[in-house]
């Protein structure tokens, strides 16, 4: 019973893990610095407007779905075309480094969700990364705590990755107007906009 309840416990962390391992959708961002497009309207025909991405956001992605989200907001407010009056994308990078699963899972691409359950070792059967006793500290680099109270040295489980994280972020003021558009390489007719990018746009999956 032990082994089962063990096993579906690591199962549904790797199924929510796997879930948690997408690139943002297009959405409003929740809240300031969340992920997802954002807006504030600087006049009644200007905004600022913003999409930030997570660690799995290609740059691409990010600047096409903050330049939907500049035609989406023309079109919502009566407007024909919209001219960007300036943008840049921004990109976050960090190193990191993780440590082998078995010790706890630690990675920002899943926003700092940390799963920690016992392990499986091939030599020793079911063991923690926690000890529990009073007494026994964390597990660290260098081996786990055997369960029996002492340590024991394993290389197969004492693995640290290093990797660069980056996040993109992209920011762009815009102009918006009526009529014909203007000849301006910067200038975007509003409704083609949606319609030739519309087929990249990926929206959050409906919860069944």
């Known amino acids: 019973m032990a082994f089962r309840l063990k096993t579906l416990m690591i199962a549904g962390a790797a199924a929510l893990?796997?879930?948690?391992?997408?690139?943002?959708?297009?959405?409003?961002?929740?809240?300031?610095?969340?992920?997802?497009f954002d807006q504030q309207q600087i006049e009644s025909n200007r905004f600022t407007v913003s999409f930030s991405g997570n660690s799995l956001t290609d740059r691409e992605t990010v600047e096409t779905y903050m330049l939907y989200r500049a035609a989406e907001?023309?079109?919502?407010?009566?407007?024909?075309?919209?001219?960007?009056?300036?943008?840049?994308?921004?990109?976050?990078k960090r190193v990191i480094a993780t440590s082998s699963p078995f010790a706890g899972f630690r990675d920002p691409y899943y926003g700092g969700f940390s799963p920690r359950?016992?392990?499986?070792h091939p030599r020793l059967g079911?063991?923690?990364?926690?000890?529990?006793r009073p007494g026994f500290h964390r597990a660290r680099r260098g081996g786990f705590y055997s369960g029996?109270?002492?340590?024991?040295?394993?290389?197969?489980?004492?693995?640290?990755?290093?990797?660069?994280?980056?996040?993109?972020?992209a920011n762009?003021?815009?102009?918006?107007?009526?009529?014909?558009?203007?000849?301006?390489i910067k200038s975007f007719?509003?409704?083609?906009?949606?319609?030739?990018?519309?087929?990249?746009?990926?929206y959050p999956a409906e919860e069944s």
Do not use: I
């Open 126 to 132: 079911w063991r923690s990364a926690f000890n529990r």
């Open 172 to 184: 762009a003021q815009v102009v918006m107007g009526r009529g014909p558009k203007p000849d301006d």
């Open 148 to 169: 029996f109270g002492g340590r024991f040295y394993d290389p197969f489980y004492d693995d640290f990755d290093y990797r660069e994280v980056t996040r993109f972020k």
């Open 189 to 202: 007719n509003a409704r083609e906009v949606l319609t030739n990018l519309g087929p990249k746009v990926v």
């Open 17 to 36: 893990l796997t879930a948690c391992a997408t690139a943002t959708p297009y959405q409003a961002a929740q809240k300031s610095g969340a992920y997802g």
């Open 73 to 92: 907001l023309a079109v919502n407010n009566g407007y024909d075309h919209f001219t960007v009056a300036g943008a840049e994308t921004d990109a976050k």
């Open 117 to 120: 359950y016992d392990f499986y």
